[in-house]
């Protein structure tokens, strides 16, 4: 496929906290970004409530919260198209950005692709996936009911997951790998009080997940003494961390052990090109601190646009 001729001074990938807000201020600095992003949903989308993100007192829905900053980037002439990005490559110029159906040029380039849910990878996951196996219970509680649920993971991610749950389901079963949780002491508590509703097995992990139509429970293993038992339940919640989406960008960029990119402060190992959101952030990963690179990194790109063209480079 031929790369389209018209040249851009931006183009931001993704579309999440930290990708609208790189594209409301490029936007405003007049440089027109384009917008790529494809179909799955930032992380935000996913949330209900978010209590945390200044400036709304009374909180705001997440997909609320990012159609918001998507028309405000649009109002200021972002555009947006709805593919997913398969490869980024130099070019003259600047660099290729490419998906399935086109060829996009760019003279700098801002990547914040986040990060998406991990998956345990066993038997009965993805057949069950959306009919009992979830990773967002903040998403999908209110479908449980009165309905028994297990969560996977001992982080905040996990506590978060069960206490929503907890608002809803019969029961909530934490199975967690290890005998003490990594969450919090003030999100532990919150699960640990609701003792009538929220349970915990230590030390096991969840090897199948089993049903007909939907999920009807787990098989689960002790992890010091190796027995095997089967716990029934509606739902099976992963709350087990992240994994950057970067796979794209493999071979073009430096990306750290766990697939991170590898950046200082906002910029990455290639001249011109910048990250920001949780696809650079493993530890803060909050919408405010994704908002606040995506404004990092689209003042680096005007800047680098603007040095760049005062060399002479384009
Ligand atoms: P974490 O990495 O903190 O926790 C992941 C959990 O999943 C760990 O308990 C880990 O076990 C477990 N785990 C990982 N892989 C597997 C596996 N293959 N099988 C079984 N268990 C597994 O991720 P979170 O998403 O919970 O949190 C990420 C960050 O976001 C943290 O910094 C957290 O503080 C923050 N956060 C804050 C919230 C808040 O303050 N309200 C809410 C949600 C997240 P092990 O402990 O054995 O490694």
Redesign the pocket.
């Known amino acids: 496929m031929a790369p389209q001729t018209q040249i851009r001074e931006v183009i931001v990938i993704g579309g999440g906290m930290g990708a609208l807000t790189a594209a409301l201020y490029t936007a405003r600095a007049s440089l027109k970004p384009l917008v790529v992003s494809g179909k799955g949903l930032d992380q935000l989308s996913l949330t209900s409530e978010v209590e945390n993100y200044p400036g709304f007192a009374n909180g705001i829905m997440g997909p609320e919260l990012v159609k918001n900053a998507k028309e405000q980037a649009k109002r200021f002439g972002a555009e947006f198209v709805g593919e997913d990005v398969i490869g980024i490559k130099s070019a003259k110029g600047g660099f290729e950005v490419s998906t399935l159906k086109n060829n996009f040029l760019g003279r700098t380039i801002i990547i914040a692709t986040g990060a998406s849910a991990?998956k345990?990878g066993i038997p009965g996951e993805e057949k069950f996936f959306g009919k009992g196996v979830s990773t967002c219970a903040v998403c999908d509680a209110a479908l449980f009911k009165d309905k028994a649920t297990v969560v996977?993971?001992?982080?905040?991610?996990?506590?978060?997951e069960s206490l929503a749950l907890s608002k809803f389901a019969k029961n909530v079963t934490i199975v967690?790998?290890?005998n003490e949780?990594?969450?919090?002491t003030i999100?532990q508590d919150r699960v640990l009080q609701l003792k009538d509703k929220i349970s915990v097995i230590w030390d096991t992990?969840v090897i199948e997940v089993f049903g007909d139509r939907f999920v009807k429970g787990v098989r689960i293993r002790n992890l010091k003494k190796g027995s095997v038992s089967e716990l029934s339940a509606d739902g099976m919640f992963l709350?087990?961390?992240?994994i950057p989406n970067t796979l794209f960008l493999k071979g073009f960029i430096d990306l750290d052990d766990a697939g991170y990119i590898k950046v200082a402060g906002v910029k990455t190992s290639v001249d011109g090109v910048f990250a920001a959101g949780d696809v650079m952030d493993p530890?803060y990963?909050q919408a405010v601190t994704s908002a606040g690179t995506g404004c990092m990194a689209a003042l680096e790109a005007e800047w680098w646009v603007e040095r760049m063209k005062a060399g002479g480079k384009f």
């Not at 949780?181 to 919090?184: I, K």
């Open positions: 991990r345990l996977v993971g001992g982080g905040d991610s996990a506590m978060e967690h790998r290890k949780f990594r969450a919090s999100m992990e709350a087990i961390g992240h530890r990963r």
